[in-house]
Antibody, heavy 118, light 110 residues
């Protein structure tokens, strides 16, 4: 059974850093396109980042230079390192598998809430 | 990376059919047949219901269908049921190698 479990969310002050994890089971992270998608409270979905292949990465303009996506193949786990956090980064962060690498997000985690506030 | 445009809300009565549009540009929706649709219930993760413009994953009702014309994709739901009441989001692959989502549409079953 495919499962994605995010951890690491919490309350952080503006300018701070936080690292999210997404533990996968039932498939191999390194063989798939893995994404982070976020959803601000009461708002829509926003794509954040993707990692695939030999660790190629892309980022949304809103997080470029501040967030870093990575993975640990031995742990079958996806990560999102978030630095210089802003109030507008407050959201539920989901990890999701993209089957085929063209936006077909077929498996999602339950999400983890990140709140940036003083 | 502008969001795709969706109507904020649509509504219909049980048994009726509705359609939700998703408008982008030639750099995303119009450039590829890589539009997907998601259903999201309150407090839950999104669920994939259409991929590759017209394809349904296993287990998704045949009442859901997708199409595309130019820069606009559409999700149609026939035979509306109370359980269809949810938020619906489209996304598309882009020429930049990124993904972009629509702003979301709240479907109300009257």
């Amino acid at each position: 059974e495919v499962q994605l479990v995010e951890t690491g969310g919490g309350l952080i002050q503006p300018g701070g850093s936080l690292s999210l994890s997404c533990a996968a089971s039932g498939f191999t992270v390194s063989s798939n396109y893995m994404n982070w998608v976020r959803q601000a409270p009461g708002k829509g979905l926003e794509w954040v980042s993707v990692i695939y292949g030999g660790a190629s990465t892309y980022y949304a303009d809103s997080v470029k230079g501040r967030f870093t996506i990575s993975r640990d193949d031995s742990q079958n786990t996806l990560y999102l390192q978030m630095n210089s956090l802003r109030a507008e980064d407050t959201a539920v962060y989901y990890c999701a598998r993209d089957y085929g690498g063209v936006g077909q997000l077929d498996y999602w985690g339950q999400g983890t809430l990140v709140t940036v506030s003083s | 990376q502008s969001a795709l445009t969706q109507p904020a809300s649509v509504s219909g009565s049980p048994g009726q059919s509705i359609s939700i549009s998703c408008t982008g540009t030639s750099s995303d929706v119009g450039g590829y047949n890589y539009v997907s649709w998601y259903q999201q219930n309150p407090g839950k993760a999104p669920k994939l219901i259409i991929y590759g413009v017209t394809n349904r994953p296993s287990g998704v009702s045949h009442r859901f269908s997708g199409s595309k014309s130019g820069n606009t994709a559409s999700l149609a739901i026939s035979g509306l049921q109370a359980e269809d009441e949810a938020h619906y989001y489209c996304n598309s692959y882009t020429t930049s190698g990124t993904l972009v989502f629509g702003g979301g549409t709240k479907l109300t079953v009257l």
